[in-house]
Structure formats: C-alpha cells, structure tokens
C-alpha cells in the first residue's frame, strides 16, 4: 500500500535524521517534509518503529509524523503551494 | 471531498497567519501542522487562492504546503507519531 509520510520538526539535526530514515527505508522524497513510501505491513511497522525511537530521542522543539494511507489517484491529485524542493540525488516523484 | 492539508513553515509568523486562515475557511486542526475539512471546489479553490496570497508575501525561509484528497477510511487509519496537538478551543478530529 502507498502511504505518504508529513513530518513537522523544529530542530533542523532531528528533521534530517528522520529524512535519512526515510530514504534508507527506501521511501522518496516529495517535498521538503513529504515522502512517500509503497510498503507493506512488515515495512510499515519497521518505518514507525524508527520514528519512535527518533521521537524518544527528541531533546527539544516539535515533532510531529503523520504516517497517512493513500492511492496512487490520489496523490496525483495533490495541490502543492511553495517552495518547491531540490534534492537532485533524489528520485522526485511530480 | 475531504481534504488534508499539510504545512512545513519555518517562520513562526507566517506558520500562525496560515493556520488562522486555515480555521477561518472552517478547516479543523487535527496536528501542529495539519489541518482537515470536506471542501467542494469552490471552497477549495478559495483556501487554494489565500495560501499563494501568504506564499508570494513570505520573506524567508521554508515555505511548502501540500492539500490532498483523503477518503475518512484512509484518515482514519493514519498513524501519529510524536507530540500530540492541544489546542483546546479547536474541535479536534481523533
């Protein structure tokens, strides 16, 4: 299943943290908080298993994941306002 | 159609501008940065239009917003990791 990863974090050291466990997790960079991820059940519970520990880790500042199910229509039919992001090691999913 | 409607938005300032404009077109806060509410296109179209208001205004920093249709099964299978939001005056969907 095609889940979409939001992530809110103040702390710029903790933000990249979680990014680097989402792209060795093997999920794509979207945006600058954003990724998505086609993971099963098995995966899924490993990706939330990382982020907890991160989370517990967390000294100070927001940390807020939203781990959300989605299809792949509806992805599509996202609306993205800003900056948009520039990661050129990254294979952009547009 | 439900939407979600996702913010990454490194200045405080214009962080709250956008979550106010957000509660005034009668989206709910369901965490720090994300926010939910059943718009038909018009709607959508005009919470669209006050976010490229607030973006083309922004001096600095990040700045990036994505809103994506969701179906209430799919939201409600969601997984949160991290600091719960609390602000009580807001009716907050669980």
């Known amino acids: 299943m095609l889940y979409i990863v939001f992530y809110d974090i103040s ?4 933000r990249n943290r979680v990014a680097d466990v989402l792209k060795k997790k093997g999920l794509v960079r979207v945006q600058y908080s ?4 086609d993971l099963n059940s098995a995966r899924l519970k490993d990706v939330v298993a990382s982020l907890r520990v991160l989370y517990r880790s967390n000294k100070e500042g927001r940390f807020s994941v939203m781990i959300l199910p989605v299809t792949q229509a509806m992805f599509n039919q ?3 306002i800003g900056d948009e992001f520039k990661e050129n090691e990254d294979k952009i999913i547009w």
């Open 11 to 14: 702390d710029d050291g903790m």
């Open 34 to 37: 954003v990724f998505i991820g």
């Open 78 to 80: 996202r609306i993205m």
